[in-house]
């Protein structure tokens, strides 16, 4: 079974920059999030989604984070404008409904100078 | 809002010797769930012990949940250099989803 697809890996941008993350989770998984963990912590939730609906985005900075998921299946997190403190790795995760383990991409990891 | 809270932050032992990580939490939980986390990698899922249980095992690893105290502990038996990782408590507290609530990790070095 394939895991939760995650890019690009790595991305350095400079500040007030944009970048974007896109993720595919396992297929059939109807519970979507993305976590932002930055170094030295734990994973913090900044959304997540069942199908193409957001349970939870309470976390997430609205004036500067975005995120989609339009089919239900792929969903996209975008960052404009980047600050050096969302130096982090960004990641995905899915489950087959809520309550069921999770399980989690390798991580997008962005560096902002 | 931080839920779990991992003690020692690090641990560094000898192949072969068992490790013992801690975990407490604040509100009332479902389950709880441990992760392992390689450098550079994404998290892998270890256990989940629910409220209604008191202790798992799962190869090498064996975890104790206390409702009472609000802690869960995670024993490593025999642990080798591949064990080397941070491990994290999660928790799913009540009526928020499913989402899960990270405390900040243990960093277990182990020494061939």
């Known amino acids: 079974e394939a895991g939760v697809a995650q890019s690009p890996r790595y991305k350095i941008i400079e500040k007030r920059q944009s970048v974007a993350f896109w993720c595919n989770p396992i297929s059939g998984h109807a519970t979507l999030y993305w976590y932002q963990q930055i170094l030295g912590q734990g994973p913090k939730l900044l959304i997540q989604?069942?199908?193409?609906?957001?349970?939870?985005d309470s976390q997430l900075p609205k004036d500067r984070f975005s995120a989609e998921r339009l089919k239900g299946v792929d969903s996209t997190l975008k960052i404009q404008p980047a600050k050096l403190e969302d130096s982090a790795v960004y990641l995905c995760?899915?489950?087959?409904?809520?309550?069921?383990?999770?399980?989690f991409g390798e991580g997008s990891w962005l560096t902002v100078v | 809002s931080q839920q779990g809270e991992e003690d020692p932050q690090a641990l560094s032992i000898q192949e072969g010797e068992n490790a013992t990580m801690n975990c407490s939490y604040k509100t009332s939980i479902n389950n709880l769930q441990w992760y392992r986390q390689n450098s550079g990698r994404g998290l892998v899922h270890l256990i989940l012990i629910r409220s209604n249980e008191r202790e798992k095992h799962s190869g090498r690893l064996r975890v104790t949940l206390d409702t009472s105290k609000k802690s869960s502990s995670l024993l490593i038996t025999a642990s080798r250099a591949a064990d080397t990782a941070s491990y994290f408590c999660a928790t799913p507290p009540y009526n928020q989803g499913g989402k899960l609530i990270f405390g900040q990790g243990t960093e277990l070095s182990v020494k061939p």
């Open positions: 995760a899915s489950s087959l409904e809520t309550g069921n383990t999770i399980y």
């Open positions: 989604f069942q199908n193409n609906g957001v349970v939870d």
